[in-house]
């Protein structure tokens, strides 16, 4: 069964840094780009960055985000992770991980990000 699970989240001041981790079973991290992604209360599910696992290049980033966040892989440990400096209140969400640029997994539980003074 394939399972994500994120972790890494928590509270932090503006400006502070957060790094994510997306832990993949059941073979799907060798065959697909992998994203991480946002829902903020009351808005819509929204892409954050994507990777391509092969060569682990960047495949995009939301123009929000661009600067601040950097998405990579540890293919030994089929992991994504996502660097979030200078963080901004407007970033706080649940973050959550999933194949791109089609979604095919059940969404896991989600990381939550809490960007407050």
């Known amino acids: 069964q394939v399972q994500l699970v994120e972790s890494g989240g928590g509270l932090v001041q503006p400006g502070g840094s957060l790094r994510l981790s997306c832990a993949t079973s059941g073979g799907i991290y060798s065959t697909n780009a992998m994203g991480w992604y946002r829902q903020a209360p009351g808005k819509q599910r929204e892409l954050v960055a994507a990777i391509a696992i092969t060569s682990g290049s960047s495949i995009r980033y939301a123009d929000s985000v661009k600067g601040r966040f950097t998405i990579s892989r540890d293919n030994a440990k089929n992991t994504v992770y996502l660097q979030m400096n200078s963080l901004k209140p407007e970033d706080t969400a649940l973050y959550y991980c999933?194949?791109?640029?089609?979604?095919?997994?059940?969404w896991g539980q989600g990381t939550q990000v809490t960007v407050s003074s």
């Open positions: 999933n194949t791109y640029p089609r979604v095919v997994i059940d």
